[in-house]
């Protein structure tokens, strides 16, 4: 996937729901909203690039507010080879109340310490994907995700990581 695909992605059909079905509420197109908090957590395979085979363990905070359409999550991850990325950023849920499959994009600016895994060129790292849902009438979510990290091009070498990951997702009271 080209870089800033999944993040470019968001943003387009973000603030063309947003237009649809945020800016003409009494709170405004980035009105703040309660939104339910999820804890995400993720197993995956580092899978495509110049990036050495490996596996990465990822864990995800989704915060218990939005802005618009706009959820705000913080996230941690470490590979099998110790490198290791903590960031923040939005997510968008795209959803029908009637199905309980759902897409979800993220897009998240954090850290990243290469350890023994791949160099991605710098320490600010960018990080997006898309994740598949089933969500249960419980409201556990099981979800197949695909993500990208790289640094966009702010250092000369860009090489960019890949992750497919399987996660579990569970609501927080």
Same mark, same amino acid.
């Given at each position: 996937m080209a870089d800033g695909t999944f993040a470019a992605l968001m943003f387009l059909i973000g603030l063309a729901d947003m237009q649809s079905n945020y800016c003409n509420t009494a709170a405004g197109c980035f &009105? =703040?909203?309660?939104?339910? $908090?999820r804890l995400y957590v993720s197993v995956g395979n580092i899978i495509k690039r110049r990036a050495k085979p490996g596996k990465e363990a990822y864990l995800r905070y989704d915060l218990g507010h939005k802005n618009g359409p706009f959820g705000?999550?913080? &996230?941690? %991850?470490? %590979?099998? =080879? +110790?490198?290791l990325w903590a960031g923040a950023g939005q997510t968008y849920l795209?959803?029908? +109340? *009637?199905? $309980?499959?759902?897409?979800e994009l993220h897009a998240m600016t954090g850290l990243y310490g290469a350890g023994n895994g791949h160099d991605l060129g710098g320490l600010i790292a960018f990080r997006s994907g898309i994740d598949?849902? /089933?969500?249960? *009438?419980? &409201?556990? =979510? /099981?979800?197949?995700?695909?993500?990208? =990290?790289?640094?966009? &091009?702010i250092y000369p070498n860009n090489p960019?990581?890949?992750t497919i990951q399987f996660a579990v997702s569970i609501?927080?009271?």
């Amino acid at each position: 996937m080209a870089d800033g695909t999944f993040a470019a992605l968001m943003f387009l059909i973000g603030l063309a729901d947003m237009q649809s079905n945020y800016c003409n509420t009494a709170a405004g197109c980035f &009105g =703040r909203s309660e939104n339910t $908090p999820r804890l995400y957590v993720s197993v995956g395979n580092i899978i495509k690039r110049r990036a050495k085979p490996g596996k990465e363990a990822y864990l995800r905070y989704d915060l218990g507010h939005k802005n618009g359409p706009f959820g705000h999550t913080v &996230g941690f %991850s470490i %590979s099998s =080879r +110790q490198a290791l990325w903590a960031g923040a950023g939005q997510t968008y849920l795209a959803s029908s +109340q *009637d199905s $309980p499959v759902k897409l979800e994009l993220h897009a998240m600016t954090g850290l990243y310490g290469a350890g023994n895994g791949h160099d991605l060129g710098g320490l600010i790292a960018f990080r997006s994907g898309i994740d598949v849902i /089933y969500e249960t *009438d419980g &409201g556990v =979510r /099981y979800i197949l995700s695909h993500d990208h =990290r790289s640094h966009t &091009g702010i250092y000369p070498n860009n090489p960019g990581v890949e992750t497919i990951q399987f996660a579990v997702s569970i609501i927080l009271k």
